[in-house]
């Protein structure tokens, strides 16, 4: 990697990138990237001129994580109309009016996987057959995210407010950098709360938090496996509740912390003040940690199979392709790897020798699903997402370049 008048040359074909300055703002899942790998955290972000006018490196979409966030959108619009419409319970009467004004659960369900799959339009990582099939399965889906956030609704509790408020859009503002007028957040349930704590710069986002009298509860939907990190968002949000002195000038305490997954509620354990005040020293601390690395000319990468094997720009990453690709001789039938070398000569209709670039001698055996795939001899590639395959005819390592695995041309190294 070197860096050429402010871009960064990544060594592979459209892909000078502009990495990105500190944000104004730090949110909790911003921070725990650059904690897991700064290097990873800017060349997601950065911008490509050569490759697209889109915001960082297009994204490797998968239709299950696609589906998370369907269902966690659809809560969102859901949860948020019933808040402002003061309803206490989405089995109340008054919700079925307010679902009925929406189309239904599954018109929203449906307007949200729209908006999810129209970026895929403009991605330079997904063709139209990747596109398709997302699509349809995710399309597919739409049955089983109305019945996943109606079990969501089943156990919130909203309580109403007194009457409608326009804070929570003054809070949306300021998360976008605008010139907002955030106000006190008064009682009642609110919807995707925009928590600042300006002297920390963080931000976040909570999916609903209620104030009833002197209690304030928060709660967060997670659509994924339970995890630690979980928690630790959870008393983060405790901390930037008790640091907002926009929302809570009176600085209320938070009663409850709550992870909602799909089949049940978990409690996390409301921090203490002190429990607060070693938090914001260690987030203080993360986040200047954070910002020197991204002031850095290349922030570091953090190789590790952990985090490098599912690593949506490990292409782009020198550091991956010295230190963390297994070799040949350590994968197993059936399993997928990552491998880089030169296309060498064809050795059937739709198979390739994959020869060591400094050597030429051939090292893989490569298998496609097209008779015209997108490499041609002579091109150096990084390949990601091959299917290893026992094959006892062939004396060399075989690997299958399946719909699913990805080519791309390095150009300088
Ligand atoms: S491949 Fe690994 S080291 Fe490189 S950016 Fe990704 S996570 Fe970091």
Redesign the pocket.
């Known amino acids: 990697m070197t860096e050429i008048a402010g871009m960064l040359d990544t060594g592979i074909a459209r892909s000078r990138a502009l990495l990105p300055s500190p944000p104004s703002y730090w949110s909790y899942s911003s921070l725990k990237e650059i904690e897991?790998?700064p290097?990873?955290f800017a060349?997601a972000r950065a911008t490509y001129p050569d490759l697209w006018d889109g915001r960082g490196y297009p994204s490797l979409p998968s239709t299950r994580a696609l589906f998370g966030d369907v269902v966690h959108s659809t809560l969102e619009v859901v949860v948020k109309a019933l808040a402002e419409a003061g309803v206490e319970s989405p089995q109340a009467v008054e919700a079925t009016m307010v679902l009925r004004d929406l189309g239904g659960i599954t018109a929203v369900v449906e307007e949200v996987v729209t908006k999810q799959l129209a970026p895929l339009e403009g991605n330079p990582r997904v063709d139209l057959d990747r596109h398709r099939r997302i699509a349809r399965e995710l399309r597919a889906q739409i049955p089983d995210a109305r019945v996943q956030v109606q079990t969501y609704l089943s156990r919130t509790v909203l309580v109403p407010r007194p009457s409608a408020s326009s804070d929570m859009r003054d809070g949306s503002a300021a998360a976008r950098g605008g010139q907002p007028t955030r106000r006190a957040l008064g009682k009642g349930s609110h919807a995707e709360a925009v928590l600042v704590a300006d002297e920390l710069r963080l931000l976040g986002r909570v999916d609903l938090l209620t104030i009833s009298g002197v209690s304030v509860d928060i709660v967060d939907y997670k659509t994924g496996v339970e995890a630690p990190g979980h928690h630790e968002q959870l008393r983060l949000y405790a901390l930037l509740w008790d640091a907002d002195r926009q929302a809570n000038p009176a600085r209320l305490p938070a009663a409850s912390l709550t992870v909602a997954y799909r089949d049940r509620d978990v409690d996390v354990p409301v921090p203490s003040s002190a429990d607060l005040d070693a938090l914001r020293v260690a987030v203080s601390a993360l986040i200047e940690y954070a910002d020197v690395e991204l002031k850095s000319t290349l922030p570091t990468?953090?190789?590790?199979p952990a985090?490098?094997e599912r690593?949506a720009?490990?292409h782009l990453?020198a550091?991956?392709w010295d230190e963390?690709t297994q070799e040949l001789t350590a994968i197993g039938d059936g399993e997928w790897f990552d491998y880089e070398g030169k296309i060498g000569k064809q050795n059937g209709q739709r198979s390739w020798w994959v020869i060591d670039p400094e050597t030429g001698i051939q090292r893989l055996l490569l298998r496609t699903t097209s008779a015209t795939p997108p490499f041609a001899t002579g091109d150096h590639v990084r390949l990601l997402g091959l299917r290893h395959e026992l094959d006892p005819e062939t004396n060399a390592p075989v690997a299958l370049l399946t719909a699913a695995s990805e080519v791309f041309q390095v150009v300088s190294s």
């Open positions: 897991a790998c290097r990873r060349l990468p953090l190789p590790s985090n490098c690593c720009v490990r990453c550091a991956y963390s």
